[in-house]
Nanobody, 123 residues
């Protein structure tokens, strides 16, 4: 499975964006997914993760209540809806996948990675 992230852009504080992670080369119905981000000058960090069917979800504390991860296995896509964006959400966002069913936030275990999409929050 190959991943392609898209949907990034420039948005004002308080605005919204929805990122998409398209999977190619095989079905994703038994893969778990995660979204990670790398803010300027910082290491890549966990943002959100979802299990193979969308029943178990995990969020980093700073995005809880603002971001929503969900998936459409029929369309081979995973999404990250981002609301009430803050300047500190500015980062390159990456999607990742692993051929396991449960949810996980440890980036070292993910096998496949998308190329990243830039999100810039600025007035």
């Amino acid at each position: 499975v190959q991943l392609q992230a898209s949907g990034g852009g420039l948005v004002e504080p308080g605005g919204s964006l929805t990122l998409s992670c398209g999977a190619y080369g095989g079905p994703i119905n038994i893969w778990r997914f995660g979204w990670f981000r790398q803010r300027p000058g910082k290491a890549r960090e966990f943002v959100a993760a979802i299990d193979w069917i969308g029943l178990m979800i995990d969020y980093e504390d700073a995005v809880k209540g603002r971001f929503k991860i969900f998936r459409d296995n029929a369309k081979n896509e995973v999404f990250l809806e981002m609301n009430d964006l803050k300047v500190e959400d500015t980062a390159i966002y990456y999607c990742a996948a692993q051929n396991r069913r449960d949810v996980a936030r440890d980036e070292s275990i993910y096998e496949e990675w998308g190329q990243g999409t830039q999100v810039t929050v600025s007035s």
